[in-house]
């Protein structure tokens, strides 16, 4: 126990976050099972040590961080050691990658039944089911998705401002007033190029090449959060890299089942199912016409971010295609975004039709007054032109 008191002590006092997520105020925190989700490489491990830093004192022994990854205990139940610690005046466990731990929500839910006075928050993976697929846990875990960076978050990062987040009613009532407030400060075209590039994943802070890192992680995302999540076995892992491989390199587009399904050998209902998985595991997004969904064909399978185009296929990249990836991947936290009968149209919570084209495109257009006209290569937009940097100010 005093080893992990002293490995707590030094993460906390060597976390540095330089962007306060927004996550952290929306979070109640005195639920007693708190479960954060996340694709890998958004920062969950500095999210749970921030949240020590911010409530309590470095050597305060009521809270704890623990990383399951530890083979200690792979001979010791998380119960266990949850019960030692809260009977040593333990509070809050911070507990890092719980679905190491084979048994891992029979545990939790031991924890929660055993000891009353003891808060637990937790991380694991996007492809978890928390609720779904552990039964046990059902009414007592409060579930959250901690993200990438935002435009937002991103800016804030690199000028020292801090700008808020608006909510899309917001935006379209009023995008040329808060273009108006931030333009003073901040030229947003000068950095979103980066974001793009780089700036969803924090790990662009560390001294590594980003591109290579972002590779090792989506290595990850498939051969940990996948394979180990799903209990898929080994042998397939080379036909689920070569599906998202596939679908990364056609670009945004309605995938043609039958042809993967031959590519990688295997059926049309295990595509369907790849598919799923790498969206549950935040490698790719799936759009489906309004009314429709999973086990239903998409009408447009993408990367999930940008960062993954650039990382995947540098060279063939098509700037709508980007945009309109940005433009999902920024709406995709609070909406439901679906596909429209043309192709870059999409219909937002089933009621506003959004059309993605460049300014000087859209500006030969003839508009129409139902059609919100998301341009880029500007700053600026106009009653229902609205400039697309501004989604990234969503959260």
Same mark, same amino acid.
């Given at each position: 126990?005093? +080893? ?37 490489? =958004? ?14 004192? @470095? ?14 205990? &792979? ?75 935002? *435009? ?28 108006? &407030? ?20 924090? *790990? ?44 990364? =390199?056609?670009?945004?587009? +309605? ?15 295990? =595509? ?8 549950? +595991? ?10 429709? +969904? ?6 447009? @399978? ?15 990249? @098509?700037? &709508? ?6 433009? =999902? ?18 219909? @937002? ?35 229902? &032109? ?10």
């Amino acid at each position: 126990m005093e +080893a992990f008191f002293r490995t707590h002590a030094y993460l906390v006092e060597h976390t540095n976050a330089p962007v306060r997520r927004l996550l952290m105020d929306e979070i109640n925190w005195n639920d007693r099972m708190i479960g954060i989700k996340g694709t890998r490489g =958004v920062g969950k491990t500095t999210f749970l040590l921030q949240y020590a830093k911010e409530h309590f004192d @470095v050597h305060d022994r009521k809270c704890l961080y623990i990383n399951i990854n530890n083979f200690y205990f &792979q001979g010791r139940g998380i119960s266990d050691f949850a019960g030692e610690f809260y009977n040593a005046g333990g509070k809050v466990l911070l507990i890092d990658q719980v679905f190491k731990e084979p048994n891992w929500s029979n545990e939790l839910r031991k924890c929660y039944d055993l000891y009353p006075e003891l808060k637990i928050v937790f991380t694991g993976s996007s492809v978890m089911r928390l609720k779904e697929e552990n039964p046990e846990l059902n009414g007592i875990v409060k579930s959250y998705n901690l993200r990438g960076f935002s *435009f937002r978050e991103f800016i804030n990062l690199q000028t020292g401002n801090s700008f808020v987040p608006y909510t899309l009613d917001h935006i379209l009532e009023d995008h040329e007033h808060i273009v108006r &407030q931030i333009l003073p400060h901040v030229s947003p075209m000068r950095y979103f190029q980066d974001y793009l590039h780089h700036g969803f994943y924090p *790990f662009f802070l560390e001294h590594r090449n980003y591109s290579e890192n972002l590779l090792k992680t989506m290595n990850m995302m498939t051969e940990v959060d996948i394979l180990l999540i799903k209990q898929i076995e080994l042998k397939y892992l080379t036909k689920i890299k070569k599906l998202f491989y596939q679908l990364a =390199v056609d670009g945004p587009k +309605a995938p043609n089942i039958s042809q993967l399904a031959h590519d990688i050998e295997t059926s049309r209902a295990t =595509v369907m199912n790849y598919i799923k998985y790498l969206a549950d +595991a935040r490698l790719i997004n799936i759009i489906y016409p309004t009314g429709m +969904a999973f086990p239903k064909k998409p009408s447009k @399978v993408m990367l999930h971010n940008t960062n993954l185009m650039h990382a995947i296929y540098p060279n063939e990249i @098509v700037q &709508q295609d980007v945009m309109e990836t940005f433009f =999902v991947n920024s709406l995709w936290k609070d909406h439901i975004v679906n596909q429209a009968s043309k192709d870059s149209f999409y219909i @937002v919570d089933e009621k506003r039709k959004f059309k993605i084209c460049d300014a000087d495109k859209c500006s030969k257009l003839r508009m129409n007054p139902d059609v919100i006209y998301t341009r880029y290569n500007t700053e600026v937009g106009k009653n229902n &032109q609205i400039p697309l940097w501004l989604l990234g100010f969503l959260y």
